[in-house]
């Protein structure tokens, strides 16, 4: 009697290993059973991203010869998944390059194939957010989208004031941020919120000063600190040790009405259009130019674009390299621009197919903040970019949690940069 | 407290020899006991309160608009009702077939587990050869180096046999792991050897004490080793995140994190999903524990 | 090896075949090649697995220790260098000491208030099961609620623990997770809390394992419930509790989920454990040499730590 179940078991797992084994893995041929050149395309949450499908339904639409496939990753560990698959000699076509830290990682390993040829064609004046991925004269990517920072704002909450956000230098939005802070408890409006990435703090203070984020030398973000924690110890701005504690993210506290500005990439716009639509918030909301040291009418602010690049094991290279064309060029430029994505292409074209989008903020304003005057990288790439990041983002929480004072702060920064990264 | 509940206990332990429940509970009638009862259950009952309370939250949570999960303070009684997340769910992401990955996973893993592991486990402590003990440091030492360490080596070997994207490379990385045949040895070794060398007398080989004398005396241990395995096979994210690419493969703990996004995260659905996925848990562990019970044959041979 | 030519071992407590009958002489040696091919028969169907899968990559890694390799090109072989970048890794030695200080808190903790949960629960009693799963509960929760809920719990101003320790007339209380100085005792007790119900398990499954007749002549000696606990609970739970202790021994040194989704390290590098920087270094960095060479490191601690149990465990038993 005891030993039926046993092999009952035994047998049954030997069968679902068996179907295991079968199940799943795919056809890896590289063409479809109708003939058609597979690429497949790496990229992170597909159902929800909705300038994936709108690129790989745009470019099938004019190459019925390919079927453009989606390797769906999680957007979370996006990064760490690619590095190991490149590892195994994974053979997908097109990765994502979601940030130029990595992408310089996997091109100087040699894990990408080169483009050279495909950006000698482009018309590089009309391209943002190309510069980055020059490596040594080479380039192994093509960028498709170009997010940088603009200053989002609840029109019910910034209105009443009667203030001109066109031309804010950093003082101007300190005192108009505590202006408009107000009420208590669960009732609570911020002025602003930043949120707690090192970013609002350091690569806008690195893009309006010209310090350099590598250079081992960080006077240049003093100011920034202390307008930051001016702010936050007035009450204008949630305390960083909640935000961060409690996990609090820029689009909730934004989309319920309880922060006045914030300074966010460009890619809210979409998620907040996406929200409105779906009956999640009815904020009233606009877009305005990032803050400046001085208000001389000129907008500086730092982004980082998002790229396509080509496996070097890619099964089909030269579809791959079709793809990546198409998708950064400019017809992928105006398949984006309709769902609300920033392109790294502009063109008169494309900037009207994008204030075109429903419910996209068309007044003047808008206008002048999604055509600054530069747009630096948010961090510059080299090999030493990871480990400087890390050091900056600790630090940065110490100052900002009041641990550390700004200048001890800074002096941490400078030590460690120059000890730790060789 | 502390020590009458401990005294209390060893009383109610310490009672039965026999298998049958020899004194139902509730029939001793006097005084002291009865208090003590209630003292103890009250104190159980706060401390499971403050062990419940994070499981609470998610559960509050779940029935959240995503927008109102990360509030400061902390909302306990939801504005709005969304008792809809638990039905959107299932249409939103492919919830039943992750669900049915999952389950198919942790239940091969944990068979495949328990078996070789308890097996395995019968030869370290209970036979006596040359290498066992050098062998068995091996085994351990293999769970001191982490995961993250070797995840890429182990991917590439597992690229190369062609397993990637296959529920296989899972189960055959999880089911053998030392963490079976370690929990086993350990319990086998509270079992007084008479037993085996009495089956030995009657001629009874190893492979036949295995099966008919210390498998039925560990079913307490068989019982944990089958739950901790489940939950950790159906808790893993990493596993499956790096070896599994085929939406159809994956599992609840990877289909969840689709609510994470580039820039934002859909809170109650994540929670709503966690909640769901407890409940399979949940059954096993209830039914799972009431095999932790005194086993008959320790006290029985003499 | 030398084990097998003795009669009995003493070292693990087991007296096998050869033990109970090593007189006759010359089928002596035969019995003990036939007991070496049947223990191995039972060792076997899980070692090939495991050698195969897991104790390959391990050794491979132990050995990229000792390379330069950036998980796509050829290893290059560079010796020592690894380990003498990481003795002057300012990172390595924050991060070496943070670990040690989460398990010097850990271990124990979590192996007493395991221990005290299943001696509690370990009855028959109406609805016992359903609490023993309640205490099992913080090991499936999703490990998000735990983080925002300790988080909130601890949250300096506003939350309860410091309103409670205020009440008490202690006028500044720790800033936990927002504070270097308290965020790794947050930590300990966050990981406590959610670890005590796994380890539980295991002392139940331990204590089923302990013959009543042991309370049962204990009791007729007039021995009360705590000398009964000290003398027959604690003595027959010997083997869990060295199990118990090497799993929470490994698994404190190689802490890692926990630590990402609470504090991610920080603030500043008050919790930056080892299995962080070897995750950081490899997969994010991609210096697997690097990374394998503080695992090396760390499995040498953990394996050294393991081996003193294993001593004290055997001598104790004799």
């Known amino acids: ?422 | 407290m502390n020590t009458t509940t401990l005294r209390k206990d060893s009383t109610e332990t310490g009672a039965p020899p026999a298998a049958p429940a020899p004194a139902p509970p509730g029939r001793r009638g006097e005084l002291g006991t009865t208090v003590g009862r209630v003292l103890l259950y009250a104190g159980l009952i706060v401390l499971a309160a403050a062990i419940l309370l994070p499981f609470g939250w998610m559960l509050i949570s779940s029935v959240k608009t995503d927008n109102a999960v990360f509030t400061v303070p902390i909302q306990w009684i939801p504005e709005e009702f969304r008792w809809q997340n638990f039905t959107e769910i299932w249409t939103d992401i492919p919830l039943l077939t992750y669900l049915g990955n999952s389950l198919f996973l942790s239940v091969t893993i944990t068979v495949l587990q328990v078996l070789t592991g308890s097996f395995a486990a019968y030869g370290f402590a209970k036979m006596q050869f040359p290498g066992r003990d050098a062998l068995f440091l091996g085994y351990i030492a293999t769970i001191a180096v982490p995961w993250q360490a070797y995840m890429v080596p182990q991917y590439i070997m597992m690229e190369k046999i062609g397993l990637v994207n296959t529920h296989l490379s899972l189960i055959l990385l999880q089911a053998f792991g030392a963490f079976g045949v370690f929990l086993m040895r350990q319990f086998y070794m509270t079992i007084p050897d008479e037993i085996s060398e009495a089956a030995r007398l009657d001629g009874l080989s190893e492979y036949g004490i295995w099966a008919r004398m210390i498998l039925p005396l560990s079913k307490p241990a068989l019982a944990s080793l089958a739950l901790l395995t489940f939950v950790n096979t159906w808790n893993d994210y990493m596993g499956p995140f790096i070896y599994l690419t085929d939406n159809d493969l994956w599992t609840v703990q990877l289909g969840l994190r689709q609510f994470v996004g580039m820039y934002d995260a859909r809170y109650a659905m994540i929670m709503t999903g966690s909640v769901l996925s407890v409940l399979p848990i949940l059954v096993i562990f209830l039914l799972g524990q009431r095999y932790f019970v005194q086993g008959i044959a320790t006290s029985g041979i003499k | 090896m030398t084990t097998a030519t003795k009669p009995t071992t003493g070292s693990t407590g087991a007296t096998g075949p050869t033990g109970a009958t090593g007189s006759t002489g010359s089928t002596g040696k035969q019995r003990r090649r036939r007991n070496t091919l049947v223990g191995w028969s039972f060792i076997l169907p899980n070692f090939l697995g495991f050698a195969a899968l897991t104790l390959i990559p391990v050794i491979g890694t132990l050995l990229l220790a000792f390379t330069n390799w950036n998980s796509y090109t050829t290893p290059e072989w560079i010796g020592f260098d690894n380990f003498r970048r990481m003795f002057d890794d300012g990172n390595f030695w924050t991060a070496l000491e943070n670990t040690t200080w989460y398990a010097v808190g850990h271990i124990p903790l979590t192996l007493v208030a395991a221990l005290g949960l299943a001696v509690l629960l370990n009855r028959k009693l109406k609805g016992v099961g359903v609490l023993r799963t309640a205490f099992f509960f913080p090991y499936i929760t999703s490990l998000v609620a735990v983080a925002v809920v300790w988080n909130m719990l601890l949250s300096p101003e506003l939350g309860p623990v410091n309103q409670f320790l205020k009440f008490i007339g202690i006028a500044n209380p720790p800033g936990w997770t927002t504070s270097t100085e308290w965020s790794m005792p947050a930590l300990v007790i966050t990981s406590v809390w959610r670890d005590m119900g796994y380890y539980m398990v295991l002392y139940l499954a331990g204590l089923q394992a302990i013959p009543g007749e042991l309370y049962e002549a204990a009791r007729v000696d007039g021995a009360n419930a705590w000398k009964r606990f000290w003398h027959v609970t604690l003595p027959g739970l010997r083997p869990t509790t060295f199990f118990v202790l090497v799993m929470l021994t490994v698994s404190s040194f190689k802490v890692f989920d926990l630590v990402q989704v609470m504090t991610e390290g920080g603030p500043g590098r008050s919790t930056l454990v080892l299995s962080q920087l070897i995750y950081r270094q490899g997969i994010t960095q991609g210096r697997f040499g690097y990374a394998s060479a503080i695992s090396l490191v760390l499995f040498l601690i953990v394996l050294s730590i393991t081996l003193v149990q294993f001593q004290l465990q055997r001598r104790s038993e004799r």
């Open chain 1, 1 to 422: 009697m005891r030993k039926i179940p046993a092999r009952a078991l035994t047998a049954a797992v030997a069968v679902s290993l068996l179907a295991a084994g079968c199940g799943g893995g795919g056809s890896d041929s590289g063409t479809t059973s109708d003939g058609r050149t597979v690429v497949k395309v790496a990229l992170w949450n597909y159902d929800t991203t909705p300038e994936f499908k709108a690129l790989i339904e745009g470019f099938e639409a004019e190459n019925p010869k390919i079927d453009v496939q989606p390797v769906d990753i999680l957007a979370d560990d996006y990064a760490d998944k690619v590095t190991t698959m490149l590892a195994g000699g994974d053979s997908t076509d097109v990765l994502t390059m979601k940030n130029v830290t990595d992408y310089s990682r996997y091109a100087t390993r040699g894990q990408l194939k080169s483009l050279d040829s495909q950006v000698e064609a482009l018309d590089k004046a009309s391209y943002s957010g190309l510069d980055p991925f020059e490596l040594d004269g080479h380039y192994y990517a093509l960028p498709y989208r170009h997010d940088f920072w603009v200053l989002f704002y609840n029109k019910a909450l910034v209105k009443p004031t009667g203030a001109d956000l066109s031309n804010l230098s950093w003082a101007d939005f300190a005192s108009l941020a505590k202006e408009i802070t107000k009420g208590k408890g669960t009732d609570k409006v911020y002025g602003t919120h930043f949120q707690t990435w090192r970013s609002p703090v350091q690569a806008i203070a690195a893009a309006q000063t010209g310090g350099d984020q590598l250079g081992g030398d960080y006077g240049f973000f003093k100011d920034q600190y202390e307008l930051a924690l001016d702010l936050q110890k007035s009450g204008a701005m949630m305390p960083f040790g909640t935000a961060k504690s409690q996990q609090v993210h820029y689009k909730t506290v934004f989309e319920s009405g309880k922060v006045g500005m914030v300074p966010m990439g460009s890619w809210l716009a979409a998620a907040l259009l996406e929200d409105k639509a779906k009956g999640v918030t009815d904020v009233d909301w606009g877009i305005a130019p990032m803050p400046q040291i001085k208000a001389d009418g000129k907008t500086t602010t730092f982004g980082s674009p998002t790229a396509f690049a080509v496996n070097k094991k890619a099964k089909n290279p030269s579809a791959a390299e079709k793809f990546v064309e198409w998708a950064s060029g400019p017809k992928g430029a105006a398949a984006i621009a309709k769902v609300g994505v920033v392109p790294a292409y502009t063109g008169d074209e494309v900037q009207k197919a994008y204030f075109a989008v429903k419910g996209m903020p068309s007044d003047e304003l808008a206008a002048k903040a999604m055509k600054p005057d530069a747009v630096n990288l948010e961090m510059p790439v080299s090999d030493k970019t990871a480990d400087v990041n890390q050091i900056l983002d600790e630090e940065h929480e110490l100052v900002m949690t009041g641990e550390r004072s700004v200048e001890k702060g800074i002096e941490e920064m400078n030590k460690r940069v120059k000890s730790e990264v060789q």
